[in-house]
């Protein structure tokens, strides 16, 4: 069965350094990836995504992730943190290679806290 | 063009009473989704559709039912509320992609029920 790991409930950094949320994922055949961001009350937010080709994935706001197959980890990274970072990020997996409903299956989640 | 939207924002329920939540996007996405997020939980997928008139169970059905007898829109409903149904609900949806390449989700702003 397809599982996604987020291994720290939050994860703290000051303004200005670089931060790393970590993701490990399980899943039969191709892994497909997802991270999102949920800033408070709001609904989530697509950052980026994991298909195929390049290991390193950029997406909105200035985070990238780096895909490691060998280590079957999709953390998610930003080389300068803004107070405006601090949000709930999830990963996220696809349901298997033959699901076509291209239903999620999501981490529990990591809380960002980025001091000023 | 108001992407995912969702009503009711906020309910309170008695134990055993019924409500519909309802979901509805202007995207013309094939495929809907709705889910619960718990604290420490992440995002659990309670039913989705993949088209009009289709709908599927997903990993937490029970004490739920779905509709979508319009493809704009995605009912969620609750026959006799309990307790456990306490949760924030989220929609989202999603273009079919006959070549596969993974679309992200867009997910509406939630709607926070309680059950008392």
């Known amino acids: 069965a397809q599982s996604v790991a987020q291994p720290e409930d939050q994860v703290n950094v000051a303004e200005g350094n670089p931060l790393t949320v970590k993701c490990t994922y399980s899943?039969?055949?191709?892994?497909?990836l997802f991270w999102y961001v949920q800033y408070p009350n709001r609904g989530l937010q697509f950052l980026l995504k994991?298909?195929?080709?390049?290991?390193l994935v950029k997406g909105s706001y200035g985070f990238e992730a780096e895909f490691n197959k060998s280590q079957t980890s999709f953390h998610l990274k930003k080389p300068s943190a803004l107070v405006s970072d601090s949000a709930l990020y999830f990963c996220?997996?696809?349901?298997?290679?033959?699901?076509?409903?291209?239903?999620?299956?999501f981490g529990s989640g990591t809380r960002l806290l980025v001091r000023p | 063009n108001a992407g995912v939207t969702q009503t009711p924002k906020f309910r309170v329920l008695k134990t055993g009473q019924s409500m519909t939540l309802l979901c509805a996007q202007d995207?013309?996405?094939?495929?809907m989704y709705w889910y619960r997020q718990d604290p420490g939980m992440g995002l659990r997928l309670i039913h989705y559709?993949?088209?009009?008139?289709?709908?599927a169970k997903g990993e937490v059905p029970d004490g739920y039912n779905v509709s979508r007898l319009k493809k704009q829109n995605f009912l969620l409903g609750l026959e006799s509320a309990a307790p456990s149904q306490t949760s924030v609900y989220f929609c989202?949806?999603?273009?079919?992609?006959?070549?596969?390449?993974?679309?992200?989700?867009?997910f509406g702003p939630g709607t926070r029920l309680t059950v008392l």
């Open positions: 996220a997996v696809r349901g298997g290679e033959m699901d076509s409903s291209y239903k999620l299956i």
């Open positions: 995207m013309n996405h094939e495929y």
């Open positions: 994991y298909i195929t080709g390049d290991n």
């Open positions: 559709s993949v088209g009009e008139g289709t709908t």
């Open positions: 899943v039969s055949g191709n892994p497909y």
């Open positions: 989202a949806s999603s273009y079919s992609n006959p070549d596969l390449q993974l679309n992200e989700q867009f």
